[in-house]
């Protein structure tokens, strides 16, 4: 079936540091990939997102691009802040078995000042 | 905010009680996601209506249903509690049915089995 895989955690960084968090999956036909993020006591808010091979989903300084050839989606953020604390999940969605999202197992990332 | 509500936030109850959870996607969509979050299981799927019909099952337990109303608002109902089941309970709503449609949450239910 299909599965993402998740650096463990937790991330501690210092504020302005550069961020990767790696994400890799295994499915059959061409899922769409997609980054979560959970603060404290929330839900989870949808980050960015990436629908087919060499796309590249951006939001608020975060990027992923979508690798097909190392089945790799990767978290990446030039220069972290405090606020970027939170748990971060790597998310698929196999379009040709269901629409349901198949989660890592979350990066927790602590950011310091 | 994320336009999808869940009531209660909070649930704290007994061993063998039945609970209901209760979800209202945001305006406009169709489909509706439950996931369980535990530290053991992390995220799990449970299950996913599509304009009152359900589309696709996960790792739901035979004593847990669910269902959606005309209005499209969800329930999730858990019963013959087990210590096991004290967990977050998320619901997702997107506009579409099967596809890659951005799924967007809930604060979640946190669910307490004592």
């Known amino acids: 079936g299909d599965s993402v895989t998740q650096m463990e955690g937790p991330v501690t960084l210092s504020e302005e540091a550069f961020l990767t968090i790696n994400c890799t999956y295994t499915a059959t036909g061409y899922p769409s990939l997609f980054w979560y993020v959970q603060y404290p006591g929330e839900g989870l808010q949808l980050l960015l997102k990436?629908?087919?091979?060499?796309d590249k989903g951006s939001n608020k300084g975060f990027e992923a691009t979508y690798r097909k050839e190392t089945t790799s989606f990767h978290l990446e953020k030039g220069s972290v802040q405090v606020s970027d604390s939170a748990v971060y999940f790597c998310a698929l969605i196999n379009t040709g078995t269901a629409s349901k999202l198949t989660f890592g197992t979350g990066t927790r990332l602590q950011v310091t000042l | 905010d994320s336009g999808v509500t869940q009531t209660p936030k909070h649930l704290i109850t007994a061993t063998g009680q039945r609970v209901t959870l209760r979800c209202s996607p945001r305006s406009g969509d169709l489909s509706v996601y439950w996931y369980q979050q535990s530290l053991d299981q992390g995220l799990q799927f449970l299950i996913h209506y599509y304009n009152g019909e359900e589309r696709a099952k996960g790792n739901i337990l035979e004593r847990f249903s669910a269902q959606q109303f005309p209005d499209l608002h969800s329930e999730l109902n858990l019963s013959s509690l087990e210590l096991g089941d004290s967990a977050l309970y998320f619901c997702?709503?997107?506009?579409?049915?099967?596809?890659?449609?951005?799924?967007?949450f809930g604060p979640g239910t946190r669910l307490t089995v004592t």
């Open positions: 990436a629908t087919k091979a060499d």
């Open positions: 997702a709503s997107s506009a579409g049915g099967q596809g890659p449609y951005e799924q967007y």
